[in-house]
Structures are given as structure tokens and as C-alpha cells.
């Protein structure tokens, strides 16, 4: 069974630039059955899609929310079955819980999800 497992820094300061990792159990990222998206949750707000990671077979590729393309960065590091998330000069409006899920490409459809990481963005 996958698992997907989420882990940050908690607690940063206005401008610093913290980043995520998502552990994946269970399963390799190195399939292209599946692409990896973060995804991010703020004090009463909706989730926000913030970019996804994909393998075709080759080689990882990623997308961005156009609104975060410059402040966002998905990389990975396939010796360990993890993907990170690094955010940029982050604002306290960043304040949010910050998700790893799995897309299945065939069924386009989040099938699963971590637990999530909270990031507090305060001075």
C-alpha cells in the first residue's frame, strides 16, 4: 500500500525559503502511472494546486500554478522515493498546510493523499 508522508521546517520567518519533502512508501516515484502534486491549504481557504512532478518513462518533468511558477520549485531525489517542494521569499500569507498527493494518470483522480505538514510563516 502507498504512503505518502509529508515533513518541513514547521515554523520560518518572512523571506527565508523553506522547503518540503514527501516520502513515498510503498511505491516508486519512477513510474508513469502516477504523477505527484503539492497542494496547500491556508486558514480558511480552499486548497490550492500548486505544481506537479511527472515521469514519462525518461525523464521527471513538472508544472506549475502560473500564479506561483516564479516563488515554486518540485524536484526530487529518486536514491531516497522523495520529492520536495522549496518556496521562495515566502510572505505570512504562505501560512498554510502543505500536502503531497498521488494522481493516478489513467483514472485522473487523487487517490492518495498525505497527512499533511504545517508551515507557519511568522516573524
Known amino acids: 500500500q502507498v504512503q505518502l508522508q509529508e515533513s518541513g521546517p514547521g515554523l520560518v520567518k518572512p523571506s527565508q525559503t523553506p522547503s518540503l519533502t514527501c516520502t513515498v512508501s510503498?511505491?516508486?516515484?519512477?513510474?508513469?502511472?502516477?504523477?505527484r502534486s503539492w497542494i496547500r491549504r491556508a486558514p480558511g481557504k480552499g486548497r490550492e494546486w500548486m505544481g506537479v512532478i511527472s515521469w514519462d518513462g525518461n525523464t521527471f518533468y513538472t508544472n506549475y500554478s502560473p500564479s506561483l511558477k516564479s516563488r515554486t520549485s518540485i524536484s526530487r531525489d529518486t536514491s531516497k522515493n522523495q520529492f520536495s517542494l522549496q518556496l521562495t521569499s515566502v510572505p505570512p500569507e504562505n501560512t498554510a498546510v502543505y500536502y503531497c498527493a498521488r494522481r493516478s494518470v489513467a483514472l485522473g483522480t487523487r487517490d492518495c493523499w498525505g497527512q499533511g505538514a504545517q508551515v507557519t510563516v511568522s516573524s
Open positions: 510503498g511505491g516508486s516515484i519512477t513510474t508513469n502511472h502516477y504523477s
